[in-house]
């Protein structure tokens, strides 16, 4: 049964030729157990099965680059369950690593899926993290995606995380970055809601380290009665940290959407800005889609693939 | 009959009288120019033609094939040949040039995509993934906008100041774009304040202050715009000066 698991997995997030490949390392769950794994050289990949869930230590060894993105898979194909991972992951220093996580729950009936990270890039590192949720069109599923992420002098920290595919059902993101000297950190979040499903952003970021940087942007877009809730919260305290979150929520029939952004700088030479809009498509987009001869619904569509690319 | 016409149309904004009985009649693949001062309220005239929510509201009457488009929302109006190119094109966060060029084009294909943006001398290898937001140039988002039309091959296309940005060397491609649409049966509306534009019209038409004051061919209207109204100290405030 953990094959055609992980066949389906693979399938569904499109990365059967990646896992086949010796020079991709890769990680896929299902449910509460390691269906799959390759590691590479340099790359230390810890999976324990715990109770509804695996515990998972990644350790990127000083100064190895791993060149191809590494996959991992968290799905669970059951209607209904909890799934619970907890990850820690340690870049050291002067490594670089990107992972691409594929996080799947195609039949989902009351499923919740539990994301517990904690994050240390070394200095000099880099860690670019993209997470893709597909999910199941019945809004069955609830995801609490945490990580707490600390950042070294000059390291790199990059994750985006979308949902694009599926109905949300509910999700709330919690991330918060910590950021030393020089450090650059960019947190992005893409999300499409529609029938009820709920939406909750919290994203923060702490500018610690003299001339650390920070973008924190969030793109979502909510029809019918969905519900999108988005709280960025950017702080600067050390000289010539720059900082900028950015907000974009379109809004359409019945649904509803908010921003709070919390922007405080705490040292003189620091400088943050934050730009949020929120509400129905921008007319003159739609105004001049509309002149080449697209309906208002084409217009519309087109406008947000674009703005949730 | 023409393919186009404006019969007495007359538009408020916010309680302000902008267009004033204006009618002017387009000859069917003609090019024509609408020319005037800042402010005399050509794009307000171009929105209104193309439906804009907001320019609903006018009196007269505005006729395509001789029957009334007055009640068609923006898309009908495009569906049925009509558009415009905008002064001031809107942006487009994530939407790549391909894909804005594709949602107007009547033929799909990469190739014609590919040919129109070379017509407006972009390089397709560079510019069709770029996106069409805040990091185009003024210039070359115009260039796309008459690119997304030269693939749309509409009927009849309004271009609002289509040198508006566009450096002297890049000018050539977006007239010989200009008589390509022609050329393929498009009736053009050149909107201008620049006798060079004016140049590569047939006819034209003088506005000034919301009000039609002088029509007739190209040559006529130049000599008339260049002798009467760029030294003119009209409230509309031409600054124009441009040489022969
Ligand atoms: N919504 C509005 N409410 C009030 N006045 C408006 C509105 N829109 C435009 N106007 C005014 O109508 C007049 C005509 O504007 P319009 O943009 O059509 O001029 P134009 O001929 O295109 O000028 P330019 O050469 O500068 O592009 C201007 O005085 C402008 O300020
Ligand atoms: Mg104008």
Same mark, same amino acid.
């Given at each position: 049964?953990?094959?055609?698991?992980?066949?389906?997995?693979?399938?569904?997030?499109?990365?059967?030729?990646?896992?086949?490949?010796?020079?991709?390392?890769?990680?896929?769950?299902?449910?509460?157990?390691?269906?799959?794994?390759?590691?590479?050289?340099?790359?230390?990949?810890?999976?324990?099965?715990?109770?509804?869930?695996?515990?998972?230590?990644?350790?990127?060894?000083?100064?190895?680059?791993?060149?191809?993105?590494?996959?991992?898979?968290?799905?669970?194909?059951?209607?209904?369950?909890?799934?619970?991972?907890?990850?820690?992951?340690?870049?050291?220093?002067?490594?670089?690593?990107?992972?691409?996580?594929?996080?799947?729950?195609?039949?989902?009936?009351?499923?919740?899926?539990?994301?517990?990270?904690?994050?240390?890039?070394?200095?000099?590192?880099?860690?670019?993290?993209?997470?893709?949720?597909?999910?199941?069109?019945?809004?069955?599923?609830?995801?609490?995606?945490?990580?707490?992420?600390?950042?070294?002098?000059?390291?790199?920290?990059?994750?985006?995380?979308?949902?694009?595919?599926?109905?949300?059902?509910?999700?709330?993101?919690?991330?918060?970055?910590?950021?030393?000297?020089?450090?650059?950190?960019?947190?992005?979040?893409?999300?499409?809601?529609?029938?009820?499903?709920?939406?909750?952003?919290?994203?923060?970021?702490?500018?610690?380290?003299?001339?650390?940087?920070?973008?924190?942007?969030?793109?979502?877009?909510?029809?019918?009665?969905?519900?999108?809730?988005?709280?960025?919260?950017?702080?600067?305290?050390?000289?010539?940290?720059?900082?900028?979150?950015?907000?974009?929520?379109?809004?359409?029939?019945?649904?509803?959407?908010?921003?709070?952004?919390?922007?405080?700088?705490?040292?003189?030479?620091?400088?943050?800005?934050?730009?949020?809009?929120?509400?129905?498509?921008?007319?003159?987009?739609?105004?001049?889609?509309?002149?080449?001869?697209?309906?208002?619904?084409?217009?519309?569509?087109?406008?947000?693939?674009?703005?949730?690319? | 009959?023409?393919?186009?016409?404006?019969?007495?149309?007359?538009?408020?904004?916010?309680?302000?009288?902008?267009?004033?009985?204006?009618?002017?009649? /387009?000859?069917?693949?003609?090019?024509?120019?609408?020319?005037?001062?800042?402010? !005399?309220?050509?794009?307000?005239?171009? /929105?209104?033609?193309?439906?804009?929510? #907001?320019?609903?509201?006018?009196?007269?009457?505005?006729?395509?094939?001789?029957?009334?488009?007055?009640?068609?929302?923006?898309?009908?109006?495009?569906?049925?040949?009509?558009?415009?190119?905008?002064?001031?094109?809107?942006?487009?966060?994530?939407?790549?040039?391909?894909?804005?060029?594709? !949602?107007?084009?009547?033929?799909?294909?990469?190739? !014609?995509?590919?040919?129109?943006?070379?017509?407006?001398?972009?390089?397709?290898?560079?510019?069709?993934?770029?996106?069409?937001?805040?990091?185009?140039?003024?210039?070359?988002?115009?260039?796309?906008?008459? !690119?997304?039309?030269?693939?749309?091959?509409?009927?009849?296309?309004?271009?609002?100041?289509?040198?508006?940005?566009?450096?002297?060397?890049?000018?050539?491609?977006?007239?010989?774009?200009?008589?390509?649409?022609?050329?393929?049966?498009?009736?053009?509306?050149?909107?201008?304040?620049?006798?060079?534009?004016?140049?590569?019209?047939?006819?034209?038409?003088?506005?000034?202050?919301?009000?039609?004051?002088?029509?007739?061919?190209?040559?006529?209207?130049?000599?008339? /715009?260049?002798?009467?109204?760029?030294?003119?100290?009209?409230?509309?405030?031409?600054?124009?000066?441009? #040489?022969?």
């Amino acid at each position: 049964m953990n094959n055609l698991d992980a066949e389906r997995l693979y399938k569904t997030a499109g990365i059967e030729e990646a896992l086949n490949d010796p020079q991709t390392a890769h990680l896929t769950i299902s449910h509460d157990k390691v269906v799959s794994s390759r590691s590479l050289p340099g790359l230390e990949v810890i999976a324990k099965e715990i109770k509804d869930g695996v515990d998972i230590k990644i350790v990127l060894n000083e100064g190895i680059v791993i060149k191809n993105p590494v996959h991992m898979c968290f799905g669970m194909l059951k209607k209904e369950g909890i799934q619970r991972i907890l990850l820690d992951i340690d870049i050291k220093r002067k490594a670089a690593i990107s992972v691409l996580a594929h996080c799947i729950f195609p039949d989902a009936v009351k499923v919740q899926h539990i994301m517990d990270g904690k994050i240390k890039v070394g200095e000099g590192a880099s860690y670019l993290y993209f997470e893709k949720h597909i999910h199941a069109e019945t809004g069955g599923v609830e995801v609490y995606p945490k990580a707490r992420v600390f950042l070294s002098d000059k390291a790199r920290f990059k994750t985006e995380f979308e949902l694009l595919k599926g109905r949300v059902g509910k999700i709330f993101i919690d991330y918060e970055t910590t950021c030393l000297k020089e450090s650059v950190m960019e947190m992005t979040a893409r999300i499409s809601g529609r029938g009820d499903d709920i939406i909750n952003i919290k994203e923060s970021g702490l500018l610690e380290g003299e001339g650390s940087r920070g973008v924190l942007t969030s793109r979502v877009a909510v029809r019918e009665n969905a519900r999108a809730e988005v709280f960025n919260k950017l702080i600067a305290t050390a000289p010539y940290a720059r900082g900028h979150v950015d907000c974009k929520e379109i809004v359409q029939d019945k649904a509803t959407a908010s921003a709070v952004p919390i922007v405080e700088v705490k040292n003189p030479k620091a400088h943050i800005t934050h730009e949020a809009a929120i509400g129905s498509v921008d007319s003159k987009q739609l105004q001049t889609l509309m002149s080449r001869g697209l309906s208002e619904e084409e217009a519309v569509e087109t406008i947000i693939k674009g703005l949730l690319s | 009959m023409g393919i186009l016409e404006i019969k007495n149309l007359s538009l408020s904004l916010s309680g302000n009288d902008i267009l004033h009985n204006i009618s002017l009649e /387009f000859t069917e693949g003609h090019i024509h120019a609408i020319i005037g001062p800042n402010g !005399a309220g050509k794009s307000t005239l171009a /929105f209104t033609v193309m439906g804009l929510e #907001g320019y609903k509201n006018f009196e007269g009457d505005i006729l395509l094939d001789g029957r009334s488009i007055k009640n068609m929302p923006v898309d009908g109006r495009a569906k049925a040949g009509i558009t415009l190119g905008w002064q001031e094109p809107a942006r487009y966060e994530g939407l790549s040039v391909k894909e804005f060029m594709r !949602a107007s084009a009547k033929d799909k294909s990469d190739k !014609a995509i590919k040919e129109a943006l070379i017509k407006v001398a972009l390089d397709p290898a560079v510019y069709l993934k770029r996106a069409v937001d805040k990091t185009l140039s003024g210039g070359e988002r115009k260039k796309v906008e008459l !690119a997304s039309i030269l693939v749309m091959m509409p009927r009849v296309v309004m271009l609002d100041e289509p040198d508006s940005g566009i450096d002297v060397a890049s000018l050539k491609n977006i007239f010989e774009t200009i008589r390509l649409l022609k050329k393929g049966g498009s009736t053009v509306i050149l909107i201008t304040h620049s006798l060079t534009v004016l140049d590569e019209a047939e006819d034209a038409f003088l506005i000034c202050h919301g009000r039609l004051v002088e029509k007739g061919s190209g040559r006529k209207m130049r000599h008339y /715009f260049k002798g009467r109204c760029l030294p003119c100290n009209h409230q509309n405030e031409p600054g124009e000066t441009e #040489g022969e």
